[in-house]
């Protein structure tokens, strides 16, 4: 069952696409063009994944295309080989269509009720593998650095190669979409606390 914690994912996006709104790399046009969808069942209808079915706690498409580009999967550490099979099949048997994946991944410490958390991104390899091409930490805190710390994504990975660009733009979006991991850490902190758990 979904918990506060699951739900945090699309806090999370809400933040991204209104930063990407922001900094003018997402118009309202280009918003209208695509869809987000939460717990929708995908069924694989073609190529090694046939018959499959998956409910993502998150994802974007394109309008007019059944699969999406980008999918967020949520679950605490007892459930990590669940999320990676998940992974797997959803990379490798969508004959290209979802281009990443990303894993948010919970631990509950059980004296006191403290939560570590880290967020992965997926890909394929040039050889269609899927592979682990980032990751961050979520709670405790990292230290600070000079680096912001976020996910980063190009647009096609996100949004998928068909998503029509705004004819009425002034300048290129950039090539680059980043998540950032203080957004997903100020929606994770709000749900763990209304479930009486606390952020490592």
């Known amino acids: 069952m979904p918990t506060e914690v699951h739900d945090c994912v699309q806090d999370w996006w809400r933040c991204s696409e209104k930063t990407l709104r922001d900094t003018g790399d997402l118009t ?7 869809q987000t969808r939460v717990g929708t069942t995908l069924e694989f209808r073609s190529g090694p994944s046939r018959g499959s079915r998956k409910e993502p706690d998150l994802f974007i498409r394109t309008k007019g295309y059944r ?8 679950g605490w550490s007892g459930s990590t080989d669940y999320l990676l099979d998940d992974m797997n099949l959803l990379l490798s048997g969508s004959d290209g269509a979802i281009r990443a994946i990303v894993i948010i991944e919970w631990q509950l410490k059980r004296n ?14 040039r050889n269609g593998m899927p592979i682990r091409r980032q990751r961050e930490i979520i709670f405790p805190v990292p230290p600070q650095n000079q680096n912001p710390q976020r996910l980063e994504l190009t647009r096609q990975e996100v949004f998928g190669p068909h998503l029509q660009q705004d004819p009425t733009r002034n300048r290129p979006p950039n090539a680059m979409v980043y998540l950032e991991i203080s957004h997903l850490r100020f929606a994770a902190n709000r749900a763990l606390r209304r479930m009486n758990l606390t952020p490592a």
């Open 67 to 74: 699969l999406p580009s980008l999918v967020i999967e949520c």
């Open 28 to 34: 309202s046009h280009e918003q209208s063009e695509f």
């Open 112 to 125: 006191p009720r403290f939560v570590s958390g880290a967020v992965e991104l997926y890909v394929r390899d």
